[in-house]
């Protein structure tokens, strides 16, 4: 009878450790899929390189400074974008965003600042998206500061936030805007002419 319980009792022990084993290889492999799920800084280089027609250096030099900020991004926006400005300003914009493993999905921005801000331009812009799950979490408003010079073939980048959702837009375009002002912007499943 004693020899019985111990069987059951090492039974007991050595599927409880299988059980342990099993659950750190599934969180073993849950870490290596969101890794997969990201963006290396080499593969955004590249592909912001080839949608701004710049060399792999500039784009570099911006993408180093948001992955040290923020680290490797989940998916990215390419897309254009207007924009104008006398204290008040407006902007508007679509693109498509791109994710590992999901299909692509074309989203509309627009929204208003406020600030000492002057100018106009039309751009070029390339989000790199952080911590976003769903696809249509992406439809919301996020809240930024901007204090940016835009130079003629030159890249103007700023981040945006709501909860843990952070977005660091990269922009190239032709123009003049310099100030700082404070605004927002609201991506949306279809374009909306109301910036509010």
Excluded at 35 to 61: H, L, P, R, W
Excluded at 135 to 146: N, S, T
Excluded at 153 to 167: E, F, M
Aim: net charge positive; charged share 20%.
């Amino acid at each position: 009878m004693t020899d019985k319980k111990l069987t059951r009792r090492d039974t007991l022990v050595k599927a409880g450790g299988g059980a342990l084993s099993l659950a750190a290889a599934m969180t073993l492999v849950n870490e290596t899929a969101s890794a997969d799920d990201t963006y290396s800084k080499n593969e955004i280089v590249q592909v912001a390189s080839d949608f701004f027609g710049m060399t792999t250096a500039a784009v570099a030099q911006a993408v180093e400074r948001i992955f040290a900020d923020l680290g490797r991004p989940n998916a990215y926006i390419k897309g254009e974008e207007g924009s104008g400005a006398f204290v008040v300003g407006l902007r508007y914009g679509k693109g498509t965003m791109h994710r590992k493993n999901f299909k692509n999905l074309r989203v509309y921005w627009q929204g208003p600042s406020v600030g000492f801000d002057i100018g106009a331009n039309a751009s070029k812009c390339f989000t790199l998206v952080y911590q976003i799950r769903r696809q249509e979490e992406i439809f919301q408003r996020y809240p930024g500061v901007e204090g940016t010079y835009y130079f003629i073939a030159g890249i103007g980048v700023n981040y945006q936030r709501t909860g843990r959702i952070s977005l660091a837009p990269m922009r190239t375009g032709v123009g003049l805007r310099a100030g700082v002002n404070a605004g927002y912007l609201s991506y949306t499943r279809e374009r909306d002419i109301l910036p509010f």
